[in-house]
């Protein structure tokens, strides 16, 4: 556990300094960070560094260590000043490691069979390292960006379908599935020749997706029960709607997708409305697998899962409405939900620790 305790600190660091650059880019009067150093720290240096790190633990070979060590430093080095070239050559190599490791871990436990969910998440890591190489070199963040959203949604998602295994889906659910995942991938794919047109086909995926997500994952039927099993159906459902909604925006503003407060709302409905939600409700499962250690849940994480979600409501209007003061407001409360949530965390594995 020792050895992963500095890989946890270098992601915190990144998250850290990804809402630092957050607010400055919403226009808060904060010491500026590098230019574009908000998406990268955020996606790639936290996100990518942890989901890394998570799923080594789980490979147990100590060569996958490699994937969150390269990110961790990628988002060390863009801090740093290091030339582009460099520390994104970092974050892509990191990527190219997992992508290897899932591909070992799956033909060890399935061979040449289809596994769906495992093979999911195999594709999301691969568009996490499609995006990394367009980023090395040289395309622009906005083009990038599908790329990275598609390695967290597809991840995420790959991981919910192996959970709902319990209900035991059918034949046509599965079917839905991969075609969901299809249509957000194929989309993809078409953005590369034709960008607004492949986003729209990929935001029909993601409303898909959302929809398949909020009818058939168990939190539907977790979210009656008590304490931590409710707190993370509580977390999961309000995500998948997010992603529907995600889904809608990049259908009707796909020219918007460049910059601008209509694309902060396409982005962030998914990066935090979705993706943190999921990190909220996968956190007491997360945790431990990382740290060999119990964390205790607490009805507090309510607080920091209720305040993401108003602020995040908050930003979008702002964003929608076009009026900066509002959206500045959403974002300063949602940097405040992410500090809650990390504080709660801490808070919770050391009172684990001393026996609380």
């Known amino acids: 556990m020792r050895n992963r305790l500095p890989l946890i600190a270098l992601a915190g660091l990144a998250l850290l300094a990804g809402m630092w650059a957050g607010l400055n880019r919403l226009g808060w009067a904060l010491p500026p960070l590098r230019p574009a150093a908000h998406g990268p720290l955020m996606i790639s240096g936290f996100l990518g560094t942890v989901i890394s790190l998570e799923r080594v633990v789980a490979f147990r070979r100590r060569w996958t260590y490699a994937a969150p060590v390269l990110t961790s430093a990628g988002a060390i080095l863009l801090l740093l000043g290091a030339p582009d070239p460099v520390y994104r050559g970092s ?26 969910a495992a093979a999911t998440m195999i594709v999301g890591v691969a568009s996490w390292l499609v995006g990394n190489g367009l980023w090395w070199a040289g395309r622009s963040l906005s083009q990038v960006t599908p790329w990275w959203i598609g390695f967290l949604i597809l991840t995420i998602a790959g991981e919910r379908l192996e959970l709902a295994r319990v209900l035991l889906l059918n034949r046509i ?42 009818y058939f994952d168990v939190a539907r039927r977790t979210i009656r029960q008590a304490g931590l099993t409710r707190f993370i159906a509580a977390c999961l459902l309000p995500g998948y709607v997010w992603l529907i909604v995600a889904g809608a925006f990049w259908m009707l503003w796909p020219s918007y997708f460049a910059g601008g407060p209509f694309y902060d709302a396409m982005l962030h409905t998914i990066l935090l409305g979705f993706v943190f939600s999921m990190i909220f409700g996968h956190e007491p499962i997360i945790v431990p697998a990382i740290l060999g250690t119990p964390m205790i849940y607490r009805p507090v994480f309510y607080v920091h899962l209720v305040l993401l979600h108003l602020s995040l409501i908050l930003r979008v209007a702002g964003d929608l409405t076009v009026t900066p003061p509002i959206r500045m407001w959403g974002g300063l409360l949602n940097v405040i939900a992410l500090l809650i949530f990390m504080g709660n965390t801490i808070l919770a594995v050391r009172s684990r620790k001393n026996g609380a």
């Not at 992508?99 to 799956?106: C, G, I, N, Q, R």
């Not at 078409?190 to 935001?203: E, I, K, R």
């Open 91 to 116: 974050i892509a190599l990191g990527s190219l490691v997992l992508l290897m490791a899932f591909a070992v871990a799956y033909y060890q436990h399935y061979g040449l069979k289809a596994e769906w």
């Open 173 to 214: 659910s599965r079917i839905t599935f991969v075609l969901s995942a299809g249509l957000f991938l194929g989309g993809l794919v078409f953005s590369l020749v034709t960008f607004s047109a492949g986003l729209q086909v990929s935001g029909a995926g993601l409303i898909a997706l959302g929809a398949w997500l909020l």
